[in-house]
């Protein structure tokens, strides 16, 4: 994960979708993934979310949705405990409809997770990540 989240190394996402593909929610008919911030995407060249809903979506044959507009710039998590952590802040474009399913990398408090769900009025089936899989998500967008 650290090699395609830092070095774009792309063909780690390929090896992940298989495992990713069996947490799915049955359900499912679109996925969202939960890009990063558009400074992190600039400066290691990778939206590693974006790239693991690719291969996902390939394994799989579901579509992916481009729902979720990432901010310039958010709060950096990495080290910080669960009360110093911020949520992300995203804009929505188009709806997703029933059946969505959020596609992360990492999934360490949630936090951004939920935050994504919010965005997207609770419409969202669960969450699958390359590190595990959240299918607490319920319509009410609470994990």
């Known amino acids: 994960m ?7 190394l792309v063909e780690a996402a390929l090896l992940l979708a298989g495992p ?18 558009r400074w992190r ?3 290691y060249g990778i939206d ?4 693991l809903a690719a291969a ?3 394994h799989t044959g579901l579509p992916v949705g481009d729902v979720l507009v990432p901010s310039w710039f958010g709060p950096v998590h990495a080290g910080r405990r669960r009360e110093r952590r911020r949520p992300p802040r995203f804009g929505r474009r188009g709806s997703v409809g029933p059946g969505a399913v959020l596609v992360d990398d990492v ?27 959240m299918t607490s998500l319920i319509g009410d967008g609470a994990v």
Do not use: C, I, Q, W
Not at 2 to 8: A, D, I, P
């Open 2 to 8: 650290h090699r395609l989240k830092y070095e774009g």
């Open 20 to 37: 990713m593909a069996a947490r799915l929610p049955s359900g499912t008919a679109l996925l969202v993934p939960v890009p990063r911030v």
């Open 41 to 43: 995407r600039l400066r």
């Open 48 to 51: 590693p979310a974006v790239v």
């Open 56 to 58: 996902l979506g390939r």
């Open 107 to 133: 999934v360490t408090t949630g936090v951004t997770l939920t935050e994504a769900a919010n965005v997207l009025s609770g419409r969202v089936l669960g969450a699958v990540t390359a590190t595990g899989a």
